[in-house]
């Protein structure tokens, strides 16, 4: 083999290796152009994934819409927007406003232990009730009208029983002391009373009220929802400092105990709402 040869297959090879390094040279910058562009994407999407995130976070809660809704006021109400609520006689002469909350525990308790007492008296006409239900357990702030996050049981039982005041005062009752009784009434932590079917389940111990289909419908198309809020916005811009619950009122004065606390007792009870009768 002569020397030009030689050096011509040097020459050959140099080239065929060039070649190859610049082949590689560009898979290698293709690659990397790739892995460039999915890792943008992959920020982009997270960018975009965070950015959703916000967006729904920062968008109006069901019950924040339904604050501006119309309301809808259930039948056997007066006042403005129907959250005047009154039970009893007409003719009885005072009248005792019940402040509650559908999830309050306390307010369980006295209607367990109190409740057939205060419906005795009712009944005799010894007074009238004025309901004034309240829904802070579910997080909403005492006279703000904010809306929590601790649930949302409160606002919807307290629609629920808007549907049942609709179909009479009486199966307003039964129903508010069937959600309030040991069988029915969940531990404050747990937010049952935001299921519609336990609602109506519970509603179907109440005879006006069991498979009453238009109550049934008004608590699963929420109804009396706008109602509810209107009813807890009066809660929370009562004239009585009332903060808590159970809490009773008589002619504008609390009915406490003999040590300033709710009475929870049956004579508890007659005490206090004797002296507010006489008073």
């Given at each position: 083999?002569?020397?030009?040869?030689?050096?011509?297959?040097?020459?050959?090879?140099?080239?065929?290796?060039?070649?190859?390094?610049?082949?590689?040279?560009?898979?290698?910058?293709?690659?990397?152009?790739?892995?460039?562009?999915?890792?943008?994407?992959?920020?982009?999407?997270?960018?975009?994934?965070?950015?959703?995130?916000?967006?729904?976070a920062?968008?109006?809660?069901?019950?924040?819409?339904?604050?501006?809704?119309?309301?809808?006021?259930?039948?056997?109400?007066?006042?403005t927007?129907?959250?005047?609520?009154?039970?009893?006689k007409?003719?009885?002469?005072?009248?005792?406003?019940?402040?509650?909350?559908?999830?309050?525990?306390?307010?369980?308790?006295?209607?367990?232990?109190?409740?057939?007492?205060?419906?005795?008296?009712?009944?005799?006409?010894?007074?009238?009730?004025?309901?004034?239900?309240?829904?802070?357990?579910?997080?909403?702030?005492?006279?703000?009208?904010?809306?929590?996050?601790?649930?949302?049981?409160?606002?919807?039982?307290?629609?629920a029983?808007?549907?049942a005041?609709?179909?009479?005062?009486?199966?307003?009752?039964?129903?508010?002391?069937?959600?309030?009784?040991?069988?029915?009434?969940?531990?404050?932590?747990?937010?049952?009373?935001?299921?519609?079917?336990y609602?109506?389940?519970?509603?179907?111990?109440?005879?006006?009220l069991?498979?009453?289909?238009?109550?049934?419908?008004?608590?699963?198309?929420?109804?009396?929802?706008?109602?509810?809020?209107?009813?807890?916005?009066?809660?929370?811009?009562?004239?009585?400092?009332?903060?808590?619950?159970?809490?009773?009122?008589?002619?504008?004065?609390?009915?406490?105990?003999?040590?300033?606390?709710?009475?929870?007792?049956?004579?508890?009870?007659?005490?206090?709402?004797?002296?507010?009768?006489?008073?």
């Open positions: 083999m002569s020397k030009r040869n030689t050096q011509a297959a040097k020459t050959a090879a140099r080239e065929r290796l060039r070649v190859e390094r610049e082949r590689q040279a560009k898979r290698a910058k293709a690659k990397r152009q790739v892995i460039v562009a999915a890792s943008a994407i992959g920020v982009l999407a997270a960018a975009g994934g965070i950015g959703y995130a916000v967006v729904q920062n968008k109006p809660s069901y019950w924040e819409e339904a604050k501006s809704d119309k309301v809808v006021a259930p039948a056997n109400t007066t006042g927007d129907g959250t005047t609520v009154t039970i009893g007409s003719t009885a002469k005072k009248t005792l406003k019940v402040y509650e909350d559908p999830r309050c525990p306390v307010c369980a308790q006295f209607e367990q232990v109190v409740g057939t007492t205060v419906d005795k008296d009712v009944e005799d006409g010894k007074f009238k009730i004025q309901y004034i239900g309240g829904t802070f357990l579910d997080g909403d702030s005492l006279g703000q009208g904010k809306i929590g996050s601790n649930g949302e049981g409160s606002k919807n039982a307290m629609s029983m808007g549907a005041l609709n179909v009479s005062t009486e199966a307003f009752a039964e129903y508010k002391t069937a959600l309030y009784s040991a069988k029915w009434h969940p531990e404050e932590t747990d937010d049952k009373f935001k299921s519609d079917d609602l109506i389940e519970v509603a179907n111990t109440v005879s006006a069991k498979n009453n289909k238009a109550f049934q419908n008004d608590v699963k198309n929420g109804t009396y929802d706008a109602w509810a809020l209107a009813m807890s916005k009066t809660f929370d811009t009562n004239k009585e400092d009332v903060t808590g619950t159970p809490s009773f009122v008589m002619d504008g004065k609390k009915l406490v105990t003999s040590a300033g606390n709710q009475p929870m007792t049956v004579e508890e009870f007659n005490t206090a709402i004797d002296a507010a009768l006489k008073g």
